[in-house]
Nanobody
Framework: EEQLVESGGGLVQPGGSLTLSCAAS????????MTWVRQAPGKEAEWVSG????????YYSDSVKGRFTISRDDAKRTMYLQMNNLRHEDSGLYYC?????????????????WGRGTQVTVSS
């Protein structure tokens, strides 16, 4: 069974940091581009970041550029999202997602696999 499992969310104060992880199983993780998507209560899902297979290219939304860093470890079948200088507006449920097409910049396409998400709450 193909599966994505996120972890690492939590409660953090503004300006703090968190690192999210996404463990993949049931498919050849290393040949896929991967992405992070987040959703705040009452808002639509928002693409946050994407990484090409092999980590050859990385992309970020304007709202997180310079603060978040995406990475992957194909040997561990795991993707990461290092989040620094967190803001209230970064709060939401963060999903690890597998896009159906190549990620070549800000991604607006479809996803065929989602994790259950990990909650990030930025609050003082």
């Amino acid at each position: 069974e193909e599966q994505l499992v996120e972890s690492g969310g939590g409660l953090v104060q503004p300006g703090g940091s968190l690192t999210l992880s996404c463990a993949a199983s049931g498919f050849l993780f290393e040949i896929f581009d991967m992405t992070w998507v987040r959703q705040a209560p009452g808002k639509e899902a928002e693409w946050v970041s994407g990484i090409r297979e092999g980590g050859t290219a990385k992309y970020y939304s304007d709202s997180v550029k310079g603060r978040f860093t995406i990475s992957r470890d194909d040997a561990k079948r795991t993707m990461y999202l290092q989040m620094n200088n967190l803001r209230h507006e970064d709060s939401g449920l963060y999903y690890c997602t597998r896009p159906t097409t190549t990620v070549e910049g800000p991604f607006t396409g479809e996803y065929d696999l989602w994790g259950r998400g990990t909650q990030v709450t930025v609050s003082s």
